[in-house]
């Protein structure tokens, strides 16, 4: 990441200078969105979202990419050299991490949050497989998380104050209802490609969106 010119330093404060895009970047520290879920969180028109969504891409604080479970849907999220932004204080200490088999992504999440925030981390899936994927044990090694003695676990919502769903699979995302109610962090399904490059891409996503919190 190169250091930002006056320029770039000028456009990003401008385009935070608006109380209502304040918001949706603050939204975006918690939680990649569609502009769907915005709509419905700030109760505005389409067409003053797709303005301030194109200021805040303009000045580099966004992106959208496409949705891995429905290539129709797309998701705004935080850009990566915007991800400091996060603020450690904003979650709650107890998270559970969800995605569809609960094999690689949100076993992997849980084990990175423990070992770099330090407080209480799970997983589950959706529609758990039989097994944590032997790449994910793999992963863990290299990097020398803690799975222990990882099975997958069947999703189960958490109603205890203080806690936070995270789902890191767009399908998941979909299959669950109320979304505004949960985080998500679009990240691709390491397994569909199987290899462990792909998973190791899955670890490198997850430490981006980890690290800061741990600051």
């Given at each position: 990441?190169?250091?930002?010119?006056?320029?770039?330093?000028?456009?990003?404060?401008?385009?935070?200078?608006?109380?209502?895009?304040?918001?949706i970047?603050?939204?975006?520290?918690?939680?990649?969105?569609?502009?769907?879920?915005?709509?419905?969180?700030?109760?505005?028109?389409?067409?003053?979202?797709?303005?301030?969504?194109?200021?805040?891409?303009?000045?580099?604080?966004?992106?959208?990419?496409e949705?891995?479970?429905?290539?129709?849907?797309?998701?705004?999220?935080?850009?990566?050299?915007?991800?400091?932004?996060?603020?450690?204080?904003?979650y709650?200490?107890?998270?559970?991490?969800?995605?569809?088999?609960?094999?690689?992504?949100?076993?992997?999440?849980?084990?990175?949050?423990?070992?770099?925030?330090?407080?209480?981390?799970?997983?589950?899936?959706?529609?758990?497989?039989?097994?944590?994927?032997?790449?994910?044990?793999?992963?863990?090694?290299r990097?020398?998380?803690?799975?222990?003695?990882?099975?997958?676990?069947?999703?189960?919502?958490?109603?205890?104050?203080?806690?936070?769903?995270?789902?890191?699979?767009?399908?998941?995302?979909?299959?669950?209802?109320?979304?505004?109610?949960?985080?998500?962090?679009?990240l691709?399904?390491?397994?569909e490609?199987?290899t462990?490059?792909?998973?190791?891409?899955?670890?490198?996503?997850?430490?981006?969106?980890?690290?800061?919190?741990?600051?």
């Amino acid at each position: 990441m190169g250091v930002r010119s006056q320029n770039d330093r000028a456009q990003v404060f401008a385009a935070l200078g608006d109380p209502l895009r304040l918001d949706i970047v603050d939204e975006l520290v918690l939680s990649d969105r569609t502009p769907g879920e915005l709509i419905q969180k700030f109760e505005i028109p389409s067409a003053l979202l797709a303005h301030h969504l194109d200021v805040l891409e303009n000045a580099q604080i966004i992106e959208r990419i496409e949705s891995s479970a429905d290539r129709r849907k797309r998701f705004i999220r935080l850009t990566e050299r915007n991800l400091p932004l996060l603020v450690a204080s904003k979650y709650p200490k107890n998270i559970q991490f969800i995605c569809r088999h609960n094999s690689a992504r949100s076993q992997l999440a849980a084990a990175i949050w423990k070992k770099l925030v330090g407080t209480a981390a799970s997983s589950a899936g959706t529609d758990p497989a039989k097994t944590v994927h032997p790449l994910t044990f793999q992963i863990a090694k290299r990097h020398d998380l803690d799975l222990g003695l990882a099975i997958p676990r069947k999703y189960r919502p958490l109603s205890a104050q203080r806690r936070l769903e995270i789902t890191v699979c767009d399908q998941s995302h979909d299959d669950l209802s109320m979304p505004l109610s949960r985080s998500h962090w679009s990240l691709p399904d390491p397994a569909e490609i199987g290899t462990i490059t792909a998973f190791e891409q899955t670890y490198q996503e997850l430490i981006k969106r980890i690290i800061p919190l741990a600051k």
